[in-house]
């Protein structure tokens, strides 16, 4: 069964950095596609960023494009989110998440498109 697991979330300040990891077990690491989402307090969840199975398509959500990084590491079974300049906004539990799913055309953007989630890591931004 596939796993995925969280870490590196906590207090930061604005304009810190703070980088999540997410560590995948149970399955072949490089057939998924990986995303993060965040869900704030009173919110929905939401896309934040995703990259292909090789890391070569990347794209991230307006809100955080240019501040936020997506990586991966198909040795490591991990994939990450590199987060510079972290504004009060981007506070709330973040949600890595993988899919099998990688045809052309594939909404990345949506929630129902990943198969598996973790359980969530908790970044508060103070001002």
């Known amino acids: 069964q596939v796993q995925l697991v969280e870490s590196g979330g906590g207090l930061v300040q604005a304009g810190d950095s703070m980088r999540l990891s997410c560590a995948v077990s149970?399955?072949?690491?490089?057939?998924?596609?990986m995303a993060w989402f965040r869900q704030a307090p009173g919110k929905e969840r939401e896309f934040v960023g995703r990259?292909?199975?090789?890391?070569?398509?990347?794209e991230y959500a307006d809100s955080v494009k240019g501040r936020f990084t997506v990586t991966r590491d198909n040795v490591k079974d991990e994939a990450y989110l590199q987060m510079n300049n972290v504004e009060p906004e981007d506070t709330a539990i973040y949600y890595c998440?993988?899919?099998?799913?990688?045809?052309?055309?594939?909404?990345?953007?949506?929630?129902?498109?990943?198969?598996?989630w973790g359980q969530g890591t908790q970044v508060t931004v103070s001002s």
């Open positions: 998440a993988a899919t099998k799913i990688v045809l052309v055309g594939t909404p990345f953007r949506l929630l129902g498109t990943y198969e598996y």
């Open positions: 990259l292909s199975r090789n890391g070569g398509n990347i």
């Open positions: 149970g399955g072949t690491f490089s057939v998924y596609a």
